[in-house]
């Protein structure tokens, strides 16, 4: 089974700001992970997959970069409504997600 | 517009049984697979189980191999999540969600709201 593990588990940041966030597999997953946003009381929103391609509708400020057991989420420009908790996923034999990074603000 | 709404969720007693639904539109649901995962209260997302999208294929998390069925009704775009013999760790939001194919790997691009399950004497 493959773990991923996200670090840190809380970003305090102010708007405008960059961001990054990591997702890390205990064993290579490829490039096969996805990024999600959860803001409160709210769904998850699929925002990046495949570790780098963003999903319909996200904006250009998200990234996604990495590959093999290390990966980054960036958000090149810290908006308001961009703090949230970011969850990465991967697929193997069943779905798995990371523990979560809480990003808060400054 | 891709929709996707729950139902089903409410208290229910340890050993209970509850039965969840989940009515999508905006898409042809007969040719996607479908999920579901919950997240307990204060607590990260965890995957539950999926079906193919003609429902001849499901799979479930080790927490409720035995336990819970995933099903579909295809000619009512419904997805069903039913959950037997329930446990205080079963206590959880439930999401429906679409699953999206890429290189053969799953993600999930269409959420629903969620509907919570507490199981509580």
């Known amino acids: 089974e493959i773990v991923l593990t996200q670090s840190p588990a809380t970003l305090s940041l102010s708007p405008g700001e960059r961001a990054t966030l990591s997702c890390r597999a205990s064993q290579s997953v490829s490039s096969y992970l996805a990024w999600y946003q959860q803001k409160p009381g709210q769904a998850p929103r699929l925002l990046i997959y495949h570790s780098s391609n963003r999903a319909t509708g996200i904006p250009a400020r998200f990234s996604g970069s990495g590959s093999g057991t290390d990966f980054t989420l960036t958000i090149s420009s810290l908006e308001p409504e961009d703090f949230a908790v970011y969850y990465c996923q991967h697929h193997s034999n069943w779905p798995s997600f990371g523990q979560g990074t809480k990003l808060e603000i400054k | 517009e891709v929709q996707l709404l729950e139902s089903g969720g409410g208290l229910v007693q340890p050993g209970g049984s509850l039965r969840l639904s989940c009515a999508a539109s905006?898409?042809?649901?007969?040719?996607?697979?479908m999920t579901w995962v919950r997240q307990a209260p204060g607590k990260g997302l965890e995957w539950v189980s999926g079906?193919?999208?003609?429902?001849?294929?499901?799979y479930y998390a080790d927490s409720v191999k035995g336990r819970f069925t995933i099903s579909r009704d295809n000619s009512k775009n419904t997805l069903y999540l039913q959950m037997d013999s329930l446990r205080a760790d079963d206590t959880a939001v439930y999401y429906c969600?679409?699953?999206?194919?890429?290189?053969?790997?799953?993600?999930?691009?269409?959420w629903g709201q969620g509907t919570l399950v507490t199981v509580s004497s």
């Open positions: 905006g898409f042809t649901f007969s040719s996607y697979a």
């Open positions: 969600a679409k699953v999206f194919h890429y290189y053969d790997k799953e993600y999930f691009d269409y």
């Open positions: 079906i193919s999208g003609g429902g001849s294929s499901t």
